[in-house]
């Protein structure tokens, strides 16, 4: 995190159900623990291939996951960041849901990219929550 994080973030929506849990007292324990997730979920197997990719046109999805990302954070670096990985994300699970950008954000301020993308797709990738986020 840079240092001004929690002076432009704290009232984000982001934190709205947050209850405490991730704070500014707690942000190194937090990153630290969460360096574990990717092997936990076993993510970190995970190698990406365009062939992953479906053909499912994802265009009509990038004015949703900004205004979703927008909502989420306040600054527009955050804002880009989650953006970013939901744009990647999209192409790999065909379909795009508000509820991704929740947990996409929180894994944005806890991880590297990559490390995040590969949770999101195995979040996905029919073991846990595949479907569960399909918009149709």
């Not at 001004?4 to 007292?25: M, Y």
């Not at 999209?90 to 795009?96: H, K, L, V, W």
């Amino acid at each position: 995190q840079n240092e001004s994080f929690w002076r432009l973030e704290k009232d984000s929506s982001i934190f709205d159900k947050n209850f405490g849990f991730l704070s500014e007292e707690k942000t190194k324990i937090f990153i630290e623990r969460a360096k574990n997730w990717p092997k936990l979920c076993q993510s970190d197997t995970i190698i990406l291939e365009n062939s992953m990719i479906q053909s499912k046109d994802i265009t009509s999805l990038v004015s949703t996951i900004s205004n979703d990302a927008k909502r989420m954070f306040k600054s527009a670096e955050y804002q880009a960041n989650v953006m970013n990985l939901l744009h990647q994300l999209a192409p790999f699970i065909g379909d795009y849901h508000q509820a991704v950008c929740h947990i996409g954000s929180f894994l944005s301020l806890c991880l590297p990219q990559e490390d995040a993308l590969k949770i999101l797709l195995r979040i996905h990738d029919g073991k846990y929550l595949a479907g569960y986020f399909a918009n149709s």
